[in-house]
């Protein structure tokens, strides 16, 4: 009952800790045939690569992935993909303070009253250097979704202050450090994101991740809801919060014909929706519309800033928490975002085969 799995027939499962040799993951069930070398895999992890900006902690990692199993000559082969990274840049010493202390806002406290021992270094298991694997399984993920399926994520908010959906563009996602679809918003972002660094403060952001060109079935009724995945998934990202899908909370402020989403039959006979207030799923199944989901990620715990906690031996402290942290977590969130939201839908795409192996790959109803 360890829990360091996730997914059933595309089964992901992580190990090692933030300044331990390395860290790891195995993917199982991933179908043979596809290819798949560590130079498919890279890109997204570069892209998750902490020091790649003054925003980020600046640890420096290259986090190299090297493929040790379930590859034979560029293709999968149906068995277990074994993936590794060295930790290169461990810095212990920076947290010899908390050895005794717990962080306020940490997983320290949590897991010392669990398991009565925790990894002090950087956090352990607890760190977000674990999310380094989840995109690298991601990556293995989008190979069994196919080009059809688009994954992008985005951070839609800092701090409670949202980007402009006017001003939305896929393309300044990449030309920012904050993965940010508003120009603006990024400009105004970087000013505030400097200012909290200075002070040894940090801040929490909302991500939204979108996928494209999904076809209609995935995800059961009731127990298997595909957005109930989705969430579980989410949340299980370091520093997660909060989850909605589609509108969210903000569908109960709406009224029932705001909110429902009207269909009408287009030429080619497949239905069209004129809406997504459902965020891309009904009744836990996928309807073939984009699915859209954010998540709210807290500011980080590390700060320099003196907050008051206790030690192990139950006495009060004030801690500073020394080390290289981000000052918005959020920003590196974006990419694991997505290697979750591909993980999930390999996995739910695998099953739905299973179970429908004739199902319709469109919205085109079928004829009685």
Request: charged share 25%; hydrophobic share 40%; proline share 6%.
């Amino acid at each position: 009952m360890s829990h360091n799995s996730f997914g059933q027939l595309f089964r992901v499962t992580t190990w090692g800790e933030s300044h331990g040799p390395a860290i790891g993951g195995v993917v199982d069930g991933c179908p043979p045939g596809l290819s798949l070398t560590e130079a498919d895999i890279q890109p997204w992890l570069d892209r998750r690569r902490p020091g790649q900006s003054k925003f980020v902690t600046q640890r420096q990692e290259p986090d190299e992935v090297r493929i040790l199993s379930g590859t034979f000559e560029g293709l999968t082969t149906g068995t277990p993909i074994s993936l590794m990274i060295e930790n290169k840049d461990q810095r212990s010493r920076d947290y010899g303070e908390i050895a005794d202390s717990f962080r306020p806002g940490h997983a320290d406290l949590a897991y010392h009253l669990k398991y009565g021992v925790r990894d002090y270094r950087g956090g352990g298991r607890s760190s977000a250097r674990e999310t380094a694997m989840r995109v690298a399984a991601g990556a293995v993920a989008r190979k069994v979704l196919g080009a059809a399926v688009t994954i992008r994520g985005a951070l839609v908010a800092m701090g409670g202050d949202p980007v402009d959906r006017a001003k939305w563009d896929w393309r300044a996602v990449e030309e920012n450090d904050f993965f940010c679809p508003d120009r603006e918003a990024a400009a105004r972002w970087e000013e505030r994101l400097l200012a909290l660094r200075k002070a040894g403060s940090s801040v929490g952001a909302v991500v939204e991740v979108v996928a494209e060109g999904l076809p209609p079935g995935l995800g059961a009724p009731i127990y298997g809801k595909l957005d109930a995945e989705i969430a579980a998934a989410f949340m299980s990202i370091n520093a997660v919060k909060g989850v909605e899908i589609g509108e969210g909370f903000a569908a109960a402020a709406l009224t029932g014909e705001d909110n429902a989403d009207e269909m009408r039959m287009a030429p080619d006979g497949t239905v069209d929706f004129l809406a997504n207030h459902a965020g891309g799923i009904l009744g836990g199944i996928s309807t073939g519309q984009p699915v859209v989901a954010r998540f709210a990620v807290k500011p980080t715990s590390s700060i320099l800033v003196a907050r008051r906690t206790v030690d192990r031996h139950g006495q009060d402290r004030d801690l500073i928490t020394k080390g290289r942290h981000d000052p918005c977590v959020g920003i590196r969130a974006v990419p694991v975002g997505e290697a979750m939201m591909a993980c999930v839908l390999a996995d739910a795409l695998l099953r739905h085969r299973a179970q429908v192996p004739d199902a319709p790959v469109s919205t085109r109803l079928p004829r009685n």
